[in-house]
């Protein structure tokens, strides 16, 4: 799945806010295809990824990715796309009620 962006955020400051979700494994896929070099698994190790490492290895977490114009950044995991849904909605939100300081503040929050 690719990424899905948010409508632009822009609050009482001004400052624009890109808000977008994406699966957690997108940002490795989008540098090796980038770099031309596709990250592979040994075939005597595909059996220890679900059976050793276990819940590290096959857990599928969504990551809300979060860039203001002003160089601010940051990237929230969340386990369910719904959870990064719903986080990302009311990070918009927050920007547009208070602008930049107020999504600081509810990004500590969530963390």
């Known amino acids: 799945m690719a990424r899905q962006y948010l409508d632009d955020a822009r609050g ?3 400052v624009r806010v ?16 980038r770099l031309g070099v596709r990250v592979r ?7 220890l990824r ?7 290895a096959a857990r599928r977490t969504w990551v ?3 860039e203001a114009d002003s160089g601010w950044r940051v990237r929230l995991r969340r386990p ?7 986080l990302a909605k009311s990070l918009w939100h927050e920007v547009n009620e208070g602008g930049l300081p107020a999504l600081e503040a509810a990004v ?3 963390g």
Request: proline share 11%; no cysteine.
């Open 12 to 14: 009482p400051d001004g």
């Open 18 to 33: 890109t808000i977008a979700i994406e699966p957690g494994g997108a940002r490795l896929e989008r540098t090796s295809d």
């Open 41 to 47: 698994v040994p075939r005597w190790m595909r059996w």
């Open 50 to 56: 679900p059976h050793v490492l276990g819940p590290f």
């Open 64 to 66: 809300v990715d979060v």
């Open 80 to 86: 369910e796309r719904h959870d990064a849904v719903h």
């Open 108 to 110: 500590s929050a969530a």
